[in-house]
C-alpha cells in the first residue's frame, strides 16, 4: 500500500507546469489528490511524475455571476460547498457537494479535480453534464473550452490531453421557471453511491415543458437522459414509470459487491419519480 | 538499483519545526510515524475511508494517508500529539472521550479526536445529529459509537467553558 517511486515538481507558474507535463509523457497532474492518491497507493497507477499544481497563483476562485459559477482547479470542495452565492445561483451545486466523500476529504479534495477524474460513480461530472456546462484548460497551444458533452469519452476517461491542465469549471445558472433536485442512495453516507440521480424540471404553470436527469452509478460514463417526451408534460404515477423506463434504456448498471444490477435499476426507477417530483415541486415554487 | 531521490522538507508539527529529508512518495501519515517519531497518528485503511490518520492541515482535517510530506510542507499540522493543554493536562476533546468512555481498543481514536476539535471550532453546539454527521467519516469497530456521539457533545461543552474562563 505505498506508492511506486516517481519523480515530483511544484511548480510555482502554470507556464513551469505546463513545461513539466510537456517534458514527461508520462507525468500526472496532482491537485486535491483525494482520488489519485489512493490510485497510486494501490499501484493502479503509477506515473514517472506528479506535478503539483498546489502553489499556483489565482487558481482558487469561486466566481459567481448571473450565469452560472466558475470553478478554479484549486478551489476545494467544501470551499465551493460553503459559498452561499453558488447556492443563490445554482442550488443543484451544493445539493451534489454535500454526497461528495467525507467533510474530510471535501477539505482537500477538488471540484475540478472530480471533473478530470471523470468517474461515472462521482457526483460533479453528472452535474456537469446534467447543467451542460464546461470546462475550461490550458495546454502549449493556450486556453479552450471543452463543452461536457464533449468532455467525457469512455470510463474514467476525459477528452483532455495530458499536456493540459484544467483550470477552471463553469456550471451554468438555473434558469427561470425551473427547479432541480439530487438524490443518491449509498450503504453509508459517504460511501460511494450505488445510484443517484439529479433531475432539473422546468415548468410553465403547472406543466412540463422540459426535464432531464443525470445519473450516477448506473453507467460506465456520466448519463444525462431527456425525460420531456416521457413525462409528456405532467407528473404522475404512470408519467413518472414511464420516465424511468425511459432513462433505463440508456443505462447500464451493473453488480458488483455492492449491490446487484436488478437493484441498482430498482434504486434508478425509484429515485428518479422521487427527484422528479422534489424539482418539479421547487420549480413551481421557483425557490431551489 | 538506482538510489531514490529525497526531498529535505520541513514540516512545522504541532507548533515545532522539523526537518526530514523524505522520497516524493513518502505519505505524510508515514512520515510523522517514521520520520518524526509521532506515531500518535494511527494508520488504518491507507486509502482515505477509516480515518484513523486525519490531521489538521491549517486547522482543517484532512487524510493524512492521502497526502505526501512534501505537499504538506509549508502548512501547520497538528497531529493527535497537539491536542493536550500546554500543562500536559488532557484537552477538552480528551477528556471527553474519557469521561464518556468513548474509545475501547483506540486505534481509531486519534482520528477522532482530530476531527471532533474541528468541528467543534467550527460548531461549538452541535445537536446530535449533526455530532453524528461530524464523525461520519470515521470509522470505530468498537463502541457503536453512541459514546463518541456523547463524546462530541461533552467536548463542546467542555470548550465552551474553556472559553467562558477564558473571556
Do not use: W
Amino acid at each position: 500500500m505505498k506508492p511506486a517511486p516517481f519523480d515530483y515538481v511544484r511548480p510555482g507558474t502554470l507556464e513551469e507546469a505546463l513545461q513539466a507535463l510537456a517534458g514527461h509523457p508520462e507525468a500526472k497532474v496532482l491537485a486535491g489528490g483525494q482520488s489519485l492518491v489512493p490510485l497510486l497507493s494501490m499501484r493502479l497507477a503509477a506515473p514517472a511524475v506528479l506535478v503539483d499544481i498546489n502553489d499556483l497563483p489565482g487558481l482558487d476562485h469561486v466566481r459567481v455571476s448571473a450565469d452560472g459559477v466558475r470553478v478554479g482547479a484549486l478551489a476545494r470542495h467544501a470551499a465551493v460547498l460553503r459559498d452561499p452565492d453558488v447556492a443563490r445561483v445554482q442550488p443543484l451545486v451544493p445539493l451534489a457537494l454535500a454526497n461528495v466523500a467525507h467533510a474530510t476529504i471535501r477539505n482537500r479534495g477538488t471540484t475540478v479535480g472530480s471533473l478530470v477524474h471523470a468517474d461515472a460513480a462521482a457526483e460533479m461530472p453528472m452535474v456537469l453534464r446534467l447543467l451542460d456546462g464546461s470546462l475550461d484548460v490550458v495546454g502549449p497551444g493556450g486556453r479552450r473550452t471543452i463543452p461536457v458533452a464533449e468532455l467525457y469519452v469512455g470510463p474514467l476517461e476525459s477528452s483532455l490531453h495530458h499536456d493540459e491542465i484544467a483550470v477552471e469549471a463553469f456550471f451554468p445558472a438555473l434558469a427561470p421557471h425551473t427547479g432541480v433536485a439530487f438524490e443518491e442512495i449509498a450503504r453509508r453516507h459517504g460511501d460511494y453511491a450505488m445510484c443517484g440521480v439529479a433531475a432539473v424540471v422546468t415548468v410553465e404553470g403547472d406543466r412540463v415543458v422540459k426535464a432531464s436527469a443525470g445519473y450516477l452509478s448506473v453507467s460506465d460514463i456520466p448519463t444525462v437522459v431527456d425525460l420531456t417526451e416521457a413525462l409528456d408534460g405532467s407528473i404522475s404515477d404512470a408519467s413518472l414509470a414511464a420516465a424511468a423506463e425511459a432513462a433505463l434504456e440508456q443505462l447500464d448498471p451493473e453488480t458488483d459487491i455492492h449491490a446487484t444490477a436488478d437493484y441498482r435499476a430498482h434504486l434508478a426507477r425509484v429515485l428518479t419519480a422521487r427527484v422528479v417530483t422534489a424539482a418539479y415541486e421547487n420549480a413551481r415554487e421557483e425557490k431551489a | 538499483m538506482s538510489t531514490e531521490q529525497t526531498h529535505e522538507i520541513r514540516l512545522n508539527v504541532n507548533g515545532v519545526e522539523h526537518q526530514a529529508a523524505v522520497p516524493a512518495r513518502r505519505l505524510l501519515s508515514d512520515a510523522l510515524r517514521h520520520d518524526l517519531g509521532l506515531t500518535g497518528t494511527h494508520v488504518g485503511c491507507e486509502h482515505g475511508v477509516c480515518g484513523a490518520c486525519t490531521v489538521l492541515v491549517d486547522g482543517q482535517p484532512m487524510r493524512s494517508c492521502l497526502m505526501f510530506a512534501v505537499s504538506a510542507a509549508g502548512h501547520e499540522i497538528t497531529t493527535v500529539e497537539g491536542l493536550s493543554r500546554p500543562d500536559g493536562e488532557l484537552g477538552p476533546v480528551q477528556q471527553a472521550f474519557r469521561e464518556c468512555h468513548g474509545l475501547q481498543c483506540g486505534f481509531c481514536t486519534p482520528g477522532f479526536l482530530t476531527t471532533i476539535t474541528a468541528g467543534i471550532a467550527e460548531n461549538p453546539d452541535p445537536t446530535e445529529d449533526e455530532a453524528r454527521d461530524m464523525v461520519a467519516g470515521n470509522l470505530c469497530r468498537c463502541t457503536g459509537y453512541q459514546n463518541i456521539v456523547k463524546a462530541v457533545c461533552r467536548a463542546a461543552e467542555l470548550a465552551r467553558s474553556d472559553e467562558d474562563g477564558a473571556a
